[in-house]
């Protein structure tokens, strides 16, 4: 069992000052990675179990990931 006061939930206020690059906000622990880790762990993922997929090739983005004219989370 974990103990308590090394369990933090996104809606707490130690967390408040967390930034994302998603513009719907934190809504999930992946919103809390910047998205070039993200960019990087998705890349070396590819690399060791879907060698086939070169992850910069798909040209990902931030506004690929996060359309602009998204207005409402998941």
Known sequence: MIETDLVLQLGNDEL???T???PLGI???EDIA???IALAA????CREFV????VS???I??????????DTAC
Do not use: R
């Not at 060698?51 to 070169?54: F, L, M, S, V, Y």
């Not at 983005?61 to 996060?66: A, Y």
């Open 16 to 18: 408040i000052d967390l």
């Open 20 to 22: 994302t690059s998603n």
């Open 27 to 29: 809504s999930g622990i």
């Open 34 to 36: 910047p998205f070039e």
């Open 42 to 45: 998705a890349d070396g993922y």
């Open 51 to 54: 060698p086939a997929i070169e």
């Open 57 to 59: 090739a798909l040209a």
């Open 61 to 70: 983005t931030e506004d690929i990931v996060w359309p602009s004219t998204a």
